[in-house]
């Protein structure tokens, strides 16, 4: 894989501390949903740091020329703080990709599968769940989704959307340090709210992908295992601290 020189035609504000950032592609490219690819800065005086971001768009019939990377700042990074803070629409970056063979999933891969995700983990299951509506499937799905507050819900409205659609895909909130009123779950996702979930699918689920931090990805697991899932049937994808 080479890297290709790709500009940056929208950014949209997600949350305080998430941008969505919308290339477009020197060379189109293939790939499945969940997979990832590298961002590349490059200093004035040739210095060069490079980070992973999962594609949030879906994949699409054909190659894709155009794809949506969610990024969240973090602080110490060498590549989100520029992207916040200097990069506008008519920049140019450097891409890499599509990369990673194993976090992934399509509908014909079946169902039914349950999604878990925390914070800025919730972007490769957009992909998923796009490609999903995208081809009219209703391979049931459910995805919950942990964020600390409500403005940090990415994509909400989105997922909403899609959840009303009556097509076999249900959302499920819990929100771990919102102090205003809320109809979601409040606190932690735990084995007890998982197993509820799972009663709630009727079906035996044959997949799970988890995605978050390295805490919250062992804490999900963990609930997950608990709650009677076989590990063999587990994905996780980490990220951060």
């Known amino acids: 894989m080479q890297w290709q020189n790709a500009v940056i035609t929208r950014i949209e504000t997600l949350s305080p501390r998430v941008k969505s950032f919308f290339f477009r592609l020197a060379e189109p490219i293939a790939f499945r949903p969940g997979q990832h690819v590298l961002l590349r800065l490059t200093a004035p ?7 992973s971001y999962s594609i949030a768009s879906a994949p699409g019939p054909a190659r894709a020329d155009n794809l949506e990377l969610t990024i969240e700042r973090l602080d110490d990074g060498e590549v989100s703080p520029f992207m916040h803070d ?27 599968v349950l999604f ?3 914070g800025s983990g919730v ?4 992909s998923m769940l796009r490609h999903r509506a995208a081809i009219g499937s209703r391979v049931p799905a459910t995805l919950v989704f942990s964020a600390r507050s409500r403005e940090e819900l990415l994509f909400f ?10 097509d076999g895909f249900s959302l499920m909130v819990a929100l771990t340090r919102e102090t205003a ?16 979930i799972l009663s ?32 063999a049937l587990i994905k996780t994808e980490r990220y951060g601290v």
């Open 116 to 118: 878990i995700g925390g």
């Open 200 to 231: 709630a699918i009727e079906m035996p689920v044959r997949h799970v992908l988890i995605c978050g931090s390295n805490p919250f990805v062992e804490a999900a697991a963990d609930g997950t295992m608990a709650a009677g899932i076989d590990a």
């Open 86 to 112: 200097v990069a506008q629409t008519g920049d140019e970056v450097e891409l890499r990709g599509p990369i990673g063979g194993y976090f992934n999933w399509s509908p014909e891969d079946g169902g039914p």
């Open 45 to 51: 005086d040739g210095y060069r740091a490079q980070r």
């Open 181 to 196: 009123a809320h109809s979601f779950r409040a606190g932690r996702i735990d084995a007890a709210f998982i197993a509820g």
């Open 157 to 166: 409205d989105e997922l909403s959307e899609l959840a009303a659609s009556a």
């Open 123 to 126: 972007v490769p299951f957009m």
